[in-house]
């Protein structure tokens, strides 16, 4: 499994490793949000949280170059060179670790597209919604229609 083979190759920031000292009490409501300045390690500390909570993951994102971040932080910063990856950019063809963005997934609704059961059948339990002020109103409901089927 990929999330077995993650190991942050850095030292944590002193505040994402407190975030990380309590990231059960963090997640009682099976939520976590983080608000941070750019550039603080939100995305690292998101890979270590999904990491943690060890289901397979879809993460969200608004712009492509956002949801390439993601991939490369997890490639770059968490696996050992030469480990195989299994995550996926395609909706329509989820992983253990999926990227994609809102527009992807309103695309897929509005088509009639079965998203939330392949995300199902991929055994997808975890959201990761980044950059969330940046959802239009459009996109708002097809997220919460797959939050819920999840």
């Known amino acids: 499994m990929l999330l077995d ?3 942050f190759a850095y030292p944590w920031r002193p505040y994402q490793h407190r975030i990380l000292q309590d990231l059960g009490r963090h997640l009682t409501d099976k939520r976590l949000h983080v608000i941070a300045p750019p550039g603080s390690g939100k995305t690292v500390l998101g890979l270590e949280a999904m990491r943690q909570i060890g289901q ?3 993460i969200l994102s608004p712009t492509l170059a956002i949801r390439d971040q993601w991939a490369s ?3 770059e910063d ?3 060179n030469g ?3 299994p995550i996926s950019f395609d909706l329509s063809a989820p992983a253990e670790v999926t990227f994609t963005t809102y527009q992807a997934v309103y695309a897929a609704y ?3 597209a079965p998203v ?3 995300l199902k059948q991929a055994g997808v339990k975890t959201l990761v919604v980044d950059e969330c002020h940046h959802l239009q109103k459009a996109w708002w409901k097809s ?3 797959l939050n819920l089927a999840l």
Do not use: V, W, Y
């Open 5 to 7: 083979q993650m190991k």
């Open 56 to 58: 397979p993951t879809l």
């Open 73 to 75: 932080r997890l490639q």
């Open 78 to 80: 968490f696996l050992p």
């Open 83 to 85: 480990a195989p990856s």
């Open 110 to 112: 509005r088509k009639g």
């Open 116 to 118: 939330s059961s392949l």
């Open 143 to 145: 997220l919460i229609e």
